[in-house]
C-alpha cells in the first residue's frame, strides 16, 4: 500500500528558509550577529518602559513575530532570473507585492516585494524580500550595455536540483518534509556571497564606472543576498548604540521623523563592507580586488497608511526635501531632522485622529466588555460609537512593504555614492510585470482587505450584522 507523505506549509517553510538565510548571513558578515544582539537589546527595554507598547504587541499578535522579523534584498540582471525567483518565492508563500522604481533616484533598477499577502501568515513568518531587477535600457554606452547582456546570459543561478524542486511544487501541490529540507538547502545557494568575480578587473571597472550597483549585479556568479534586516522598537536608541558597538550608521534615518505614533517605515544602516574578491585579469591570471555591496541594516515599523495618508506623508517628505535645497548628509543631518520634525507636524500623531480622518488601516477587536453584553445594546450602534462605548477597540495595522525614498536613500549611501545620479527612461511597471510573468499586487488593497476581515470577525464575535467604517 502506497502511503503519500503530507506535504509542508508554505509558512513552515519560509519560516525555516528565514532561519537557515539569517545563519548563513550572520557566518558570512560577522556584524550581522552584532546587530541582531543590539536591536534585541533594545527592543527588550523597550517594551519593559512602555507598558502601552507591550499591550500593542500582545494585541496584535506582533510580539511573537518580533525576534524573527526579517527582511533582505537581492538584485537580479534579467528577466528569466526574476521570473525563476517568482517561482520559487511562491513554494515559500511569498508573492510579489508593490512596484518601486528607484532610477528617478539615481538607482537603475525597478523592484517588488515577495511577502506573505495574509495577516495569519504574516503573523507566522514576516520574512520579505526585496527584489530588483537591473534596467539595463538605462546603461547610455550601448556596447557596455550589450555586454553586461551577454555576461548574464551566460551564468545560472540557481541549482539543477532548485529548479527541480520548484517544480515539483508546481506540478504535485507541494512539498514533503524531506523535499522542503532540500529545497532550502538548494535556494540557499542562490543567495550565498561569491568571492570570485565571473569578470576581469578591467570589465568590472567599467561597470563600476556606469554605476556601483551594476557591477555588482552583472559581475558574479549570482545575485548574493545584500543586507538582512531585523526590526527594532526604537530606531532613534539604536541609531545612537550603533557606534558604541564599533557599527558607523548612516547620517540620517531614512523615513518620517520620531513620533509618538509611528507611521511606515523608518531605517538606517552601517556602511556597506569593502570586501576581498579576486578577478580574472585579461590574461588569466587572478588579481586580487575590492567590491562593496553587502551591509547592515535596522527598520522601525509604524502604521500602515491608506492612499490619503501616503499622500500627506508624500507631501510632507518633499516639502522637507525642498526646504532643505541639498540630499541629507552628516553636515545637515540635525538641521534636517529639525525641518522634518516641524513639517510632519502637519500629519496627526494620535491612531484616534488617524482613523477618524482615514489615514491609517486599522484592525478591529472586541473587548471584554463587548463579549460580556448585551447584543441588544450594541445593535442598533454604528462602529464609531461601539468604540466610544469600550465595546471595540483598534490597533494600527503595521505596514509590510517599503518605501522608495527610503530604499533608494539606503541603496545610495551604502554603494558610497557622493553626488545624486539620475537615469532618463520612464517608470516602467508594465515591462516589469512582463518580466516578473504576473501582475504585482496592490499593497493598500491587501491592508484593506486584512482591516474588513477584522470588521466582520468583531462583529461576528459580537454577535452583530456586518460592521463599516
Known amino acids: 500500500m502506497i502511503t503519500h507523505q503530507p506535504f509542508v506549509h508554505p509558512d513552515e517553510i519560509r519560516t525555516h528558509f528565514s532561519k537557515a538565510m539569517s545563519d548563513m548571513y550572520r557566518a558570512e558578515v560577522p556584524l550581522y550577529g552584532t546587530l541582531l544582539q543590539l536591536v534585541d537589546a533594545i527592543n527588550t527595554q523597550a517594551i519593559q518602559q512602555s507598558p502601552q507598547l507591550n499591550h500593542h504587541l500582545q494585541q496584535t499578535g506582533e510580539i511573537d513575530r518580533l525576534s524573527m522579523e526579517r527582511h533582505g534584498a537581492i538584485r537580479v540582471g534579467t528577466a528569466a532570473e526574476l521570473a525563476t525567483l517568482r517561482r520559487l518565492f511562491a513554494v515559500m508563500g511569498m508573492f510579489p507585492v508593490g512596484y518601486y522604481d528607484l532610477a528617478p533616484a539615481g538607482v537603475p533598477v525597478h523592484s517588488t516585494a515577495f511577502r506573505a499577502v495574509h495577516e495569519a501568515s504574516l503573523q507566522t513568518s514576516p520574512f520579505r524580500i526585496f527584489t530588483s531587477l537591473l534596467r539595463l535600457e538605462l546603461i547610455e554606452q550601448l556596447q557596455l550595455r550589450q555586454l553586461a547582456a551577454d555576461i548574464l546570459a551566460k551564468r545560472t543561478i540557481f541549482t539543477p536540483r532548485a529548479i527541480e524542486l520548484i517544480m515539483q511544487h508546481e506540478t504535485a501541490g507541494g512539498l514533503t518534509h524531506h523535499e522542503a529540507d532540500d529545497f532550502i538547502t538548494q535556494s540557499l545557494e542562490t543567495f550565498r556571497w561569491h568571492n570570485q568575480a565571473t569578470v576581469s578587473a578591467s570589465v568590472y571597472q567599467q561597470l563600476h564606472d556606469q554605476h556601483r550597483l551594476i557591477a555588482d549585479v552583472v559581475a558574479f556568479k549570482g545575485p548574493h543576498i ?99 535645497q541639498v540630499p541629507a548628509n552628516e553636515k545637515n543631518a540635525a538641521h534636517y531632522m529639525e525641518i522634518l520634525s516641524q513639517t510632519f507636524s502637519q500629519f496627526p500623531d494620535d491612531y484616534s485622529v488617524m482613523r477618524s480622518e482615514q489615514l491609517a488601516f486599522f484592525r478591529y477587536f472586541p473587548t471584554k466588555k463587548g463579549l460580556s453584553a448585551e447584543t441588544e445594546l450594541m445593535q442598533e450602534m454604528t462602529l464609531d460609537e461601539l468604540i466610544c462605548s469600550g465595546f471595540i477597540q483598534f490597533e494600527p495595522l503595521v505596514y509590510e512593504d517599503f518605501l522608495p525614498v527610503s530604499a533608494a536613500g539606503i541603496f545610495q549611501s551604502n554603494l558610497g555614492d557622493k553626488g545624486q545620479s539620475h537615469f532618463s527612461g520612464q517608470s516602467s511597471k508594465q515591462a516589469f510585470q512582463r518580466d516578473l510573468g504576473v501582475m504585482v499586487i496592490d499593497e493598500l488593497q491587501l491592508y484593506a482587505e486584512t482591516q474588513q476581515r477584522s470588521l466582520i470577525t468583531t462583529a461576528a464575535a459580537l454577535k452583530l450584522a456586518p460592521l463599516s467604517l
Open 226 to 324: 545584500n543586507h538582512l534586516t531585523p526590526r527594532t522598537l526604537d530606531i532613534d536608541a539604536a541609531q545612537v548604540a550603533m557606534p558604541k558597538h564599533d557599527i558607523s550608521p548612516k547620517a540620517v534615518i531614512e523615513g518620517p521623523p520620531p513620533r509618538h505614533c509611528p507611521i511606515l517605515l523608518r531605517q538606517t544602516s552601517f556602511k556597506a563592507l569593502e570586501e576581498k574578491v579576486a578577478f580574472i585579469s585579461d590574461h588569466g591570471q587572478i588579481i586580487q580586488g575590492h567590491h562593496t555591496a553587502r551591509f547592515g541594516e535596522i527598520e522601525q515599523r509604524g502604521a500602515a497608511l491608506t492612499a490619503k495618508g501616503r499622500d500627506l506623508y508624500d507631501r510632507l517628505l518633499q516639502a522637507s526635501q525642498d526646504q532643505l
